[in-house]
């Protein structure tokens, strides 16, 4: 169970903003890791606009982590539970 849940622990995922002049990426409990915009982005949209497509892009990715970690949970369906606290508690010891 330990080693699902370090492999886990070190995928990230990618969500878009602006037709994906906005991407940004997360980890599996939906931590920021890096934001990227475009330069046609920063030109194209004022600031309300961009920070929306932010916005969008970080909820796209988090969207993305949350559905893959629901999906891996029910492929283990008998351990589903034990699973879920030890990716829990790995989250929480890491500050995430």
Do not use: Y
Not at 25 to 51: F, H, Q, T, Y
């Amino acid at each position: 169970m330990d080693e699902l849940v370090d492999e886990w622990s070190e995928r990230h995922f990618t969500g878009q903003g602006d037709r994906g002049g906005v991407v940004a990426n997360v980890d599996a409990v939906g931590n920021l890791l890096a934001l990227e915009i475009s330069a046609m982005s920063k030109r194209r949209l004022d600031g309300p606009a961009l920070g929306d497509a932010v916005v969008a892009a970080v909820r796209a990715a988090e969207e993305a982590a949350s559905e893959a970690q629901a999906v891996m949970l029910r492929g283990l369906h008998p351990g589903l539970a034990e699973a879920q606290q030890a990716f829990e508690a790995r989250s929480r010891r890491s500050g995430r």
